[in-house]
């Protein structure tokens, strides 16, 4: 996907004034917060399972290079193959290859965060190979012809309507021409619609939440048994994987699989973990004739160096999404490209370039609620800090926000002049604000005043009130 | 090569080379020791409130289940569970499951092996189920075609009581006494559903609609 980064507070202020999308924030933040705390409140060791899920993937990064190798030997093993893969381009390749050396027409996918970021779809269909989402919420926004606005829930921005209105247009071409209005009447419909098209495939191709070095196999995880389907029928399936999925033993994996689904959506156990090794055995009487893993890099081995090292320890549960005040504000879509929320917000410009991400680092309050609920402890608002950072040295910051910065670190470092100027600017807003209090309009802070009224300090520094009391 | 140029990347981001003979054996200790982390509380009871909690569990995930007193009992549980349902009589049959007394059901129609989605109601067996989440898990094989785990819109699973572990950890335990994994190791929590539309819940997105599990006690 191309990323439109760059347009964060365009898009940022066009999704504050969709009602629709305000609607469906809204029951983001309900449901998936309530059910998350839940589930955690159930679960006593949840806290020390934390801390050893972070110390699994710790053990695992400082060691990737072993486990990696250890992983393929394990996949070749069971009779699969491992493809590594540097940039998104090799790996699209690679799968184009895969699909051709089968003479693939159609291919089903389930969920793959990895597939988005390496553009697959598009790529496949200008080869004349059919891509079919099956997890709903993708093949809602294939349909729409939209990136996922949630790594949890791709199409939680869409209403049942919006729905409804897709799901006429494009299934017309099967014989169906009723509007359906009933959220079970459309699942029943997709089902009906997508069952032939799983039967159909030539491959099938599924993300991977793990890949378990002891075993070689790759793990998935979902609720609908779409992946599931995907990577049983077809005479091929292919697990796209970057290199941090990895863990070392069943053991670790089910350790993050007690964090993942309640961090996720606060259930115990997702309605399927399918642990996957290798291709049909003998003797099987279904299953796929072949087993690759497309192993992609894209920038995350040089991230181990970085001081953005540990955003490899995601999981991709969404909990930092589903409890950050900008998410729930702006949606996923805001943020121009595959990941969103706060991970998104350390990890899109490490793939993609500050330069090109420079707004997002600033999509954030700084309230920490991400490192709360995060599972893996990920230091997401100091990545954040660091980014800003990173920004500036990188002069990727317009020339507006440089100067305040300069600025503002001159003032900073001045404490006389500091208060001098704080006092004044206390008075003057005080001034502004008379007799009301508030102030309807200020030049420096309209992206503040345009929808809502700064409230007026009171007119005295606190440094002011401090000595006047007494209290030096 | 590519994957020499990753792992290269790997170690350079690392600030090392290669691991020694040294690190690497300890490493490759940790896999073959695979030690338990910590495993929770609330699976490490006995064997009669194991079976009493995966119950419970599994059917919060809006499964349901029935106790029936042996194996031999099973087909008569089929047959009122299809009239209850309102269901033809006719089921595909796992292969493990084949040598039960079908016969004894002169109305129902059976059939064994894998299928194709031709087929309303599976009956399977499974390898072992949780306490701790109330979770099955289902195994592929000759003996346990995965299709039939998926492809029908009912899924009727045979657990046996001493089949019900603690944990998950208990399961890899016994899958490993096997031998090498099977294809696909499937851990199931009710039946397949969606929330992909307004987050509400759905039953029945891509997978079985409705997920019945039979316990076994001898
Ligand atoms: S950063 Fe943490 S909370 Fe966010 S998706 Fe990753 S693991 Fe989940």
């Known amino acids: 996907m191309i990323p439109t980064s760059r347009q964060f507070k365009e898009n940022a202020g066009r999704a504050l004034k969709d009602t629709e999308l305000q609607k469906a924030l809204f029951r983001v933040d309900k449901n998936f917060t309530e059910r998350r705390a839940r589930a955690v409140k159930n679960l006593p060791e949840f806290e020390s399972l934390r801390d050893q899920g972070v110390a699994i993937k710790n053990h695992v990064l400082d060691h990737l290079d072993h486990y990696l190798e250890v992983f393929a030997e394990n ?34 996918k389930g969920k793959t965060m990895i597939g988005e970021e390496i553009s697959l779809n598009p790529y496949l269909a200008a080869q004349g190979i059919e891509p079919v989402e099956t997890d709903l919420g993708e093949y809602i926004i294939q349909l729409a012809d939209e990136p996922p606005s949630h790594i949890i829930g791709p199409a939680i921005h869409k209403t049942k309507e919006q729905v409804s209105d897709l799901f006429l247009e494009h299934h017309r071409r099967y014989g169906k021409t009723k509007r359906l209005t009933e959220g079970e009447e459309l699942v029943g419909e997709a089902r009906e619609i997508l069952r032939p098209r799983y039967l159909a495939a030539d491959v099938g191709i599924t993300g991977a939440n793990f890949l378990i070095a002891e075993t070689g196999s790759s793990v998935i995880v979902t609720n609908e048994g779409n992946g599931d389907l995907t990577q049983t029928l077809p005479k091929m399936h292919i697990v796209l994987a970057s290199l941090e999925k990895i863990v070392p033993t069943l053991e670790d994996a089910a350790t993050l699989i007690r964090l993942l689904a309640r961090s996720a959506t606060g259930q115990q156990m997702s309605v399927y973990t399918t642990v996957s090794t290798g291709p049909r055995r003998p003797g ?37 999404f589903n409890h950050c005040p900008v998410y729930a504000s702006v949606g996923g879509h805001a943020y121009g490209w595959v990941y969103s929320g706060p991970m998104g917000s350390v990890l899109t410009p490490a793939i993609v370039g500050i330069a090109e991400a420079h707004h997002l680092p600033n999509a954030s309050t700084f309230c920490g609620r991400c490192q709360d609920v995060c599972p893996m402890r990920i230091p997401l608002p100091s990545m954040m800090r660091h980014w800003r950072e990173e920004a500036f040295a990188q002069d990727a910051c317009t020339w507006r926000e440089r100067m305040a910065i300069r600025g503002w670190a001159w003032l900073a470092r001045r404490p006389r002049s500091y208060r001098q100027v704080a006092r004044l ?11 009301t209090g508030r102030i309807a309009d200020l030049a420096f802070a309209r992206g503040w005043t345009a929808t809502r009224d700064l409230p007026a300090p009171a007119g005295r520094t606190f440094l002011d009130l401090w000595r006047e009391r007494g209290r030096t | 090569m590519t994957r020499d140029a990753i792992l290269v990347s790997i170690r350079d981001a690392l600030g090392r080379g290669p691991l020694g003979a040294e690190a690497r054996d300890l490493v490759s200790e940790h896999i073959r020791r695979h030690a338990r982390n910590l ?3 609330r699976g490490n009871v006995d064997a009669d409130t194991k079976v009493a909690l ?25 047959t009122r ?11 595909v049959l796992a292969p493990a499951l084949a040598k039960l007394p079908w016969n004894e059901q002169p109305l129902l129609e059976t059939k064994v092996g894998a299928t194709r989605g031709e087929d309303a109601v599976a009956v399977t067996g499974a390898f072992a189920a949780i306490a701790e989440t109330g979770t099955l898990l289902l195994t592929s ?41 099977p294809r696909t190791a499937m851990f199931v929590s009710g039946p397949s559903s969606t929330a992909d539309i307004e987050l509400t819940h759905y039953l029945g997105a891509h997978g079985p609609r409705r997920l019945h599990v039979i316990v076994v006690d001898r």
Not at chain 1, 289 to 308: E, I, P, T, W
Not at chain 2, 81 to 91: E, R
């Open chain 1, 425 to 435: 600017v206390a008075s003057y807003l005080a001034w502004r604000g008379r007799p």
């Open chain 1, 284 to 320: 099987d009487p279904d299953g796929p004739g072949q087993y690759h893993v497309v192993l992609l890099d894209n920038g995350r081995s040089k991230l181990l160096g970085s001081a953005f090292r540990d955003i490899l320890r995601c999981i991709r549960c969404g909990a930092c």
């Open chain 2, 39 to 41: 495993v929770p509380d």
């Open chain 1, 75 to 108: 996949v070749e093993r069971a009779g699969g193959q491992v493809h590594w893969c540097s940039t998104a381009e090799d790996a699209r390749r690679m799968v184009l290859d895969l699909c051709r050396s089968v003479n693939a027409r159609s291919v089903t």
């Open chain 2, 141 to 181: 094989g000759a003996e346990s075609p995965q299709t039939l785990h998926l492809l029908p819109e009912h899924h009727v699973v045979v657990v046996r009581r001493d089949q019900v572990v603690g944990s998950m950890e208990d399961c890899w335990d016994r899958l490993r006494a096997q031998g090498p994994l």
């Open chain 2, 81 to 91: 569970y299809l009239s209850g349902k309102n269901l033809p009589a006719k089921v």
């Open chain 2, 54 to 78: 995966f119950s419970r569990q599994i059917q919060e995930t809006h499964a349901t289940l029935e106790y029936v007193a042996t194996t031999d009992d099973v087909p008569g549980a089929i």
